[in-house]
């Protein structure tokens, strides 16, 4: 309830221009989806309720809001970007609410990129995130939805693109939503200069689900991100492409030991002494499952051991900060 609130709250400004998405005619709608990679059977069942949606007085706004805020803030990287769980309670237009978002929003999210020089191929690897997220739903619940729906804003934003095995996000260091936090503290941004102070210009780099952590992908998807994300967006105050997450634990080497691809991706950052404590995002991405279910998980892989055998110590996982180099900044 309190997050169908904030939505609501988020789209307040953007409501009232919202509604001509929602007029979108079916065949071009089913046109976009089958583009997204849907199944027949998906895509009938989004058509199914397309009606329902247009006249509900709740996510009919909701979706038209959404996607007006989502054209009207891009290249804003600093406007928030709200975290929510998904809606899935709210009946079938509220668990396919993201899809809709994400289908009509699609013809202005492609134009955009396209403006920007991007490459076809990364334009389409960046929107497979729709399918990913549906699987990942299917996984967890066996029906058709957008699992960690929010996470959908940045990209449909414009501002996070998919090059080779990771997605790469735009923000600003000490900033933007999902900037890495903590980060260095002001004095030592300075020592260390251009491209590490708050407000500068910096890549946050994801994990998708399955992604190729081998060494020759990772070489190939650096390669193409430098080349492809600084002709789109030529670096200014920009230096480091950053990471936070669960895998850039410092114990994780020790756990589950050196032949691991999440170790070795580790390694390609310098790791600072910082970090954030996390059970539910480590629960959830290495078990899908959430932290109150702890208790009664079983590991069937090294990492899933590791994190349990940490956890049930009573000790957090530790979300550690990580950058590296990714490109000289030209302006200081
Ligand atoms: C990216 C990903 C494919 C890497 O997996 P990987 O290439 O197998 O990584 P490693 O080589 O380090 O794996 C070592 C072991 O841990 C297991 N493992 C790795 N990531 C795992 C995960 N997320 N869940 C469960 N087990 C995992 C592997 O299956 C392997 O098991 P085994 O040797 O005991 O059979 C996987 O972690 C993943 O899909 N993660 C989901 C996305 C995510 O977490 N993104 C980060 C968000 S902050």
């Known amino acids: 309830m309190e997050a169908v609130r904030a939505a609501e709250e988020y789209v307040k400004e953007t409501r009232g221009d919202g509604a001509r998405w929602l007029e979108t005619p079916e065949a071009q709608l089913v046109d976009t989806l089958s583009g997204l990679g849907l199944q027949a059977g998906a895509i009938d069942e989004v058509l199914m309720h397309y009606g329902s949606l247009q006249s509900h007085p709740l996510f009919g706004p909701l979706v038209g809001g959404m996607i007006e805020r989502l054209v009207r803030d891009r290249e804003h990287l600093d406007e928030p970007i709200p975290i929510w769980p998904d809606f899935d309670e709210w009946g079938d237009v509220g668990r396919l609410w993201w899809i809709y978002v994400f289908a009509l929003a699609t013809p202005s999210l492609i134009e955009c990129h396209r403006r920007r020089g991007l490459p076809e191929p990364t334009i389409r690897r960046t929107l497979s995130a729709l399918q990913r997220h549906v ?192 490109d000289a900044p030209s302006v200081h």
């Open 135 to 326: 699987d990942i739903h299917y996984r967890k619940w066996g029906t058709l939805g957008v699992d960690a729906g929010w996470w959908m804003i940045p990209l449909l934003r414009g501002e996070l693109v998919h090059v080779g095995s990771l997605q790469f996000h735009r923000l600003h260091l000490g900033v933007s939503t999902l900037a890495p936090d903590p980060w260095f503290s002001e004095e030592e941004s300075f020592t260390l200069g251009p491209g590490f102070r708050r407000g500068d210009e910096a890549w946050g780099i994801h994990i998708p689900d399955g992604a190729d952590l081998t060494r020759g992908a990772l070489d190939a998807t650096f390669e193409e991100a430098r080349e492809t994300l600084s002709r789109a967006w030529p670096a200014r105050t920009r230096r480091v492409a950053t990471l936070q997450s669960w895998m850039m634990d410092p114990r994780l080497a020790s756990l589950v030991g050196g032949d691991s691809r999440i170790v070795n991706f580790q390694r390609r950052f310098h790791l600072t002494a910082r970090w954030g404590e996390d059970v539910d995002n480590v629960v959830e991405f290495v078990f899908r499952e959430p932290a109150s279910h702890l208790r009664g998980l079983v590991a069937r892989t090294r990492v899933q051991a590791a994190v349990l055998q940490v956890l049930r110590s009573g000790d957090a996982w530790r979300d550690g900060v990580g950058w590296m180099d990714f």
